[in-house]
């Protein structure tokens, strides 16, 4: 539309500035010319800057050709009467009040237009999903995810019920008789979030975090619902890791036998294994956030916070034999401690890996004790084997003498010494021959208590043991064992006499027999009342000729001797109450059935 | 007076030679040592010996082979192994053989005199037996186990085994004055002093054990009357009983070889 403006002051600047960044583009107004008699208004200079054609005389703007719309913005009533007057025929005519009208109107519309426009730029810059749904859940907006994400294009979306949209089934949830969240709010009227797993189109698994918020009308009812979807695949997956690894790692270290923990700076228990909680009877996680203080014996505790401060303070891995007595059986433990260090490289506890060897240095003493056993054995059968022939000479040539002088010749008292002497010299020697001869046992099936019978009938007749009291306690209930059962007398013997002698001939021994089935063995033991067994004595108790003060010889010797050849073992202990005990440790035979 | 019965000693060490002449020089004997079997053998072939005293082990032949020797050439002369101690199932397997008897080194005086002197006696050796039969071929009842002319040992229903002199042994003691016997519930190993003999010629003699086991019981008339030992050795001479440890693998060990 050919169309000329009269007046050019500030608001015509302005129209002008508006129509040339294409506003009002619906009227498609052509400004053609601009008029005003003062050259220097602001919307003739704005006009010739821009090459629109100027005038000064209003008979210009009628004389222009083609020309279909005058606008009047002079504010002047006369103005606006004489172009209502000039004007030809067919030629329309917008005068400034007019205009001032349709220029606050093309205003409020654009204000408006912008701000629609910034709130679906705002729901669209969002990285969640969301969409706009009405009381009948048919989806009234959607922004640009939501787009993305269903496949779905705006247009193809708006109108749809949201479980056509979202939940991909034919029926609603709440048909399906499953509580839809989207009623649940609209029932309460709060916001609601809530985890939701749905099947993306590729099938996968997708986790969504969806806030729902109700929306309300004037009336304070609501009308709307706002659902936002946030995708948190990623969390629940790290979630997943974290509970998997989590597991993992208790299932390595409840499977160990190994004791194995972590403790903070200050002694505190911040992981610990079933193998070490099972050593006070209690459950891993009753354990965790006590102090070893609290668990162990104060001198116990001591040499493991003591090592746990060694291993925090040098922050390396150390290696300890420890030896722990705990609910009265001893454990040596080999430990392997090393710092606990957080991400940046700090000390900040101490874990601790101990392994049970208690059994494994039994096995490597006794293997010590057979070594040294047959190592003397065939010494003593070399050593025999030379000295015999030298002994025969020492008796014949000293009894020869014996025999030569007179009966009170004073010289004759000496070669009975020699003689007496040799004559021990071969008793020693036959003693180490008889422990020397591994005799093979002859098994058979041996009641032990029989065993422990028939050697206290024997022993009530010896003079060594009339002033001991002996007292029985034996098992009524006692499985058999396989042996020799001389043999097995014999060390019952040797024990009975070791211990007699041990109290000087006086006290009490209590000879027992039992049946532990948690190594399946039958134990006889022969405990006394004397000094027990000097801590020092111990490791050597059982070597051939070590002798305390009360004992001697061979007895101990040959006894572990026997016992390793029945597949069994002595254990010797000074227990609380005092004395020494002894203990024969036999496997116990199967019982069929 | 008979001769001076020859005793030929062989064994590999000068002292133990001199020691068994020391020993014996004053019992009658003639004695001559040598310091190999093969020397022995040369000497037997000779002239001869009354008896013979060998060590067991000695460097090239040693004293069984010496002795399977003697037994080939049939005469019956007693040999008298010397042993250890360590090697007294040995000595054992040459009673089986044929030996007279065993003494095992360092022995005293009166054990080597007392078994040369058995030795000396008639039916050592199996030479003479009752009646003028040799001894070592009278075996008693057949369910006897022999140790050669040692001793026997009969299984006994129950388990325990019954142990006896055989006749060679009896009658080489002499008059006996007493015994010295276990105890019950002693435990004896194999080839170890059994049972004591004191002869009323002042000597004593030792009955080895032939199989370990330990007394369960002993003949008490054998204990009042030693007599009986002698003069019923099969029979109500009878000495001990024990029960046994391992009485096939014992009576195996001694076994002549094949």
Known sequence: MKTAIVGAGKGCRSLLEFILEGGLSELRLDVALVCDREERAPGLVFARERGIPTCSELSEVMDLPGLEMVVELTGNERVAEDIYHRVPPGVRVMDHVMARLFWDLLHAERQLRREREQVQEILDSMPDIVFVLDREMRIQAVNAEFVRMSGLSREEALGLRCHDALCGTEESLEQAGITCPLNEVLRTGKRMSLVQVTRGRDGEEEHYEVTISPLRNDGGEIDRLVESRHPVNERVRLKREVEESNWRFRRLIDSARDFIS?????????????????????????????????????????????????????????????????????????????????????????????????????????????????????????VAHEINNPLTGILAYAEDLLEDVEEDDPRSEDYRVIVRETLRCREIVRNLLDFARQTTPRKQTVDLNEVAESVLALVSKLALFKDIRIRRELSGDLPHVSGDPQQLQQVVLNLMVNAAEMMRGEGEIRIGTRFDPEDRTCRLSVADTGPGVPEEARGRLFEPFFSTKATHGLGLAVSWGIVERHGGRIEVENPAEGGARFQVVLPAMEVDG | MKDAPRVLVVDDEQVVLDSIRKHLRREGYEIRTVLSAAEALEILDAEGADIVITDLMMPGMDGLELLARIMEKGERIPVIMITGYATMRTALQALRRGAFDYVSTPFTRSELQGVVARGARPGAGGGVGVGGAPTRDVAGPESLHHLGGHCWVQEMPGGAARVGLEREFAFTLGDLDALELPAVDDVLEQGSVCVRFLARDGRSHTLWSPITGRVSAVNEKVRERPSLAVSDPYGEGWILELVPRDLAADLAGLAPEA
Not at chain 1, 284 to 307: D, F, N, Q, R
Request: proline share 2%.
């Open chain 1, 262 to 382: 972590m403790k903070d700076r200050e002694g505190r228990y911040l992981v610990m294994n079933a193998a070490t909680a099972e050593l006070f009877d209690m459950w891993a996680y009753e354990c965790v956030g006590k102090t070893v203080h609290e668990l162990y014996p104060p001198e116990i505790a001591e040499l493991i916070s003591k090592h746990d401060r060694e291993a925090m303070e040098q922050k390396r891995h150390i290696t300890y034999e420890e030896t722990l007595v705990l609910k009265g059986r001893e454990y040596h433990l080999k430990t392997e401690r090393f710092p606990l260090l957080d991400y940046k490289g700090d000390v900040v506890g101490v874990c601790t890996i101990s392994r049970d060897v208690t059994e494994e240095k039994r096995l490597q003493q006794e293997l010590i004790q057979a070594d040294k056993l047959a190592a003397v054995g065939k010494l003593a059968a070399g």
